[in-house]
């Protein structure tokens, strides 16, 4: 019996989408929609989502557990990289001396870029040191909620 690709791939997008809707992160989906984000004042995390393994098992979890928290971002936004390209391409168009990275974070403060968590500080790492690293971020940069 052959699987469907396609429906497949469109369960796994559907449920990481979900999996940060659940969080607490709202899904830009457009160009537009980034920009009118980024363009507010505050502090805004973005995680760069996509459908790799380490997402699903570290990133995903991570995002979800960092926000509890006595200090975090003003707002909590993902993308999707591979699904939402206009998206991604303009989120990653404010991420100035990183190179593209996913998953990943990006703290912004006022449309400009604070700080990353690298896809290579991701991958091979446990959900909880990726919890720290972004919560020490917040500490630094955010206010208490």
Known sequence: MEMDFDLFMNDVVRQARQEMEISGYKQLTTAEEVEETLGQKGTTLIMVNSVCGC????????????????????????????????????????????????????????????????????????????VNKLQGYFDEYCEEV
């Open 55 to 130: 997402a699903g098992g570290i990133a995903r979890p991570a995002a979800a557990h960092a926000v509890h928290y006595d200090k975090r971002p003003d707002r909590l936004v993902t993308v999707f990289a591979g699904q939402d390209k206009e998206a991604t391409a303009k989120a990653r168009s404010y991420f100035t001396g990183y190179p593209p990275s996913s998953p990943s974070f990006a703290l912004l403060k006022d449309g400009e870029i604070l700080t990353m968590v690298e896809r290579h500080e991701i991958e091979g790492h446990d959900p909880m040191s990726v």
